[in-house]
């Protein structure tokens, strides 16, 4: 006779090598998505430097045609 914890043992170390598999991924994931957040920022960033400069050059030229 053959008890629960005995016909789960095998089932055990198969279940940490999936959970371990999958944690990987999801390292691997959330690393390439805070790369992707990382790059966007600096655009938006590109993106805010522009607008401000545009502003500048709005007001200036504005001034300057009065």
Partial sequence: MTTLAAENRPTIPATVVSL??????LETRV?????????????MRAVSDLLRQNRRSAAFSGATHR
Avoid: F, G
């Fill in 20 to 25: 371990t598999a999958e944690a990987i991924e």
């Fill in 31 to 43: 690393t390439e998505l805070r790369q992707a957040l990382a790059e966007l920022n600096e655009q």
